[in-house]
């Protein structure tokens, strides 16, 4: 494969993901107008269950995913895993540039 059909392909897989996010956005945009629409009030309440290993535990259950869902998504990972999209999508971008993880083709996967 040629190094420009190389970029092709890795482009194409980016603007994937971004129309991913952005669909993602528009679902929540109209949750929240529903929302307003019918006067319901939203409280936010941030909670840390796992006693301060939430990186870790974040880490370690995204990987778990991975090795049983190679080249999954952030958007499949975060719904598979029950998470924020944005939160997952950041983590899997940290757990990359660490070397935990690897950029498929599409999505991610376990470092081989």
């Known amino acids: ?62 990987k778990d995913f991975l090795r049983m869902h190679a080249e999954s998504t952030a958007g499949e990972v975060a719904k598979g895993l029950d998470m924020n999209r944005n939160s997952v999508a950041t983590r899997l971008t940290q757990m990359a540039r660490a070397g935990e993880i690897q950029k498929a083709r599409r999505g991610y996967s376990i470092k081989s």
Do not use: P
């Open 1 to 62: 494969m040629s190094h420009m059909q190389r970029v092709v392909e890795a482009l194409q897989a980016e603007r994937a993901e971004v129309k991913e996010h952005l669909d993602w956005l528009d679902q929540q945009i109209e949750e929240f107008r529903g929302r307003l629409e019918n006067g319901a009030r939203r409280r936010a309440v941030a909670t840390r269950t796992n006693g301060g290993n939430g990186t870790r535990d974040t880490r370690a259950r995204i």
